[in-house]
Nanobody, 123 residues
Framework: QVQLVESGGGLVQAGGSLRLSCAASGRRVSIDAMGWYRQAPGKQRELVAI???????NYADSVKGRFTISRDNAKNTVYLQTDYLKPEDTAVYYC?????????????????WGQGTQVIVSS
């Protein structure tokens, strides 16, 4: 019921910046949280940052102070500003959304993933 479309990945030198965007679309759903995960070759997918409907935010320790997540509720879009990028930030970045739908007295919860956008940081 929710589709996620990502953009903004690419190739950047160490110390550079990229801004990732993810737009969510869906009918009669309530988006409870949006965020970003990443998966590097040979590694498990890991949480990068997530922002919830109450605007609470969590970051992975490895990106604190360098990445900033924000959300435009009117556009159902989440952004990830990545600054001071390091080669170890190289990964496929996936947008994530947790949402609910159905009657107020008995909502159903689901999650959705984007197709992924590649970020490559050269040293």
């Amino acid at each position: 019921q929710v589709q996620l479309v990502e953009s903004g990945g690419g190739l950047v030198q160490a110390g550079g910046s990229l801004r990732l965007s993810c737009a969510a679309s869906g009918r009669r759903v309530s988006i409870d949280a949006m965020g970003w995960y990443r998966q590097a070759p040979g590694k498990q997918r890991e949480l990068v940052a997530i922002i919830r409907s109450g605007y609470s935010i969590n970051y992975a320790d490895s990106v604190k102070g360098r990445f900033t997540i924000s959300r435009d509720n009117a556009k159902n879009t989440v952004y990830l500003q990545t600054d001071y990028l390091k080669p170890e930030d190289t990964a496929v970045y996936y947008c994530y959304a947790a949402f609910s739908y159905g009657p107020v007295e008995n909502p159903q919860s689901r999650s959705a993933w984007g197709q992924g956008t590649q970020v490559i940081v050269s040293s």
